[in-house]
Nanobody, 125 residues
Framework: QVQLVESGGGSVQAGGSLRLSCAYS????????MAWFRQAPGKDREFVAA????????IYADSVKGRFTISRDNAKNTVDLQMNSLKPEDTAVYSC??????????????????WGQGTQVTVSS
């Protein structure tokens, strides 16, 4: 069982920055891959960024590449998403997700078993 709690959402003007954080807790020693997804009103949930338990593999959606950075601190059980150069189209509810590590599907939401409650990010033009 993994529990996730996000923080750090808010409102910002285009070009600004926000940092999201996700704290996770787990009952047993296990390797956890982490990801961020987002969902805008009227749209499907989409992948944003993911990082494997060791940090050896990091992937981004093309729409955020070069602007967003995902990182994790396994000692603190946290994963962060630094978002720079934000655009109005980044407006969405951002959710962190966790899965026990596996070899494939790092960007696929169906491979993640645990989800946070989501945090709103609003970017105004």
């Amino acid at each position: 069982q993994v529990q996730l709690v996000e923080s750090g959402g808010g409102s910002v003007q285009a070009g600004g920055s926000l940092r999201l954080s996700c704290a996770y807790s787990k009952r047993t020693f296990s390797y956890i891959d982490m990801a961020w997804f987002r969902q805008a009103p009227g749209k499907d949930r989409e992948f944003v960024a993911a990082i494997t338990w060791s940090g050896s593999s990091i992937i981004y959606a093309d729409s955020v590449k070069g602007r967003f950075t995902i990182s994790r601190d396994n000692a603190k059980n946290t994963v962060d998403l630094q978002m720079n150069s934000l655009k109005p189209e980044d407006t969405a509810v951002y959710s962190c997700a966790a899965r026990y590590t596996r070899s494939a599907g790092l960007s696929l939401d169906r491979t993640y078993n645990y989800w946070g409650q989501g945090t709103q990010v609003t970017v105004s033009s």
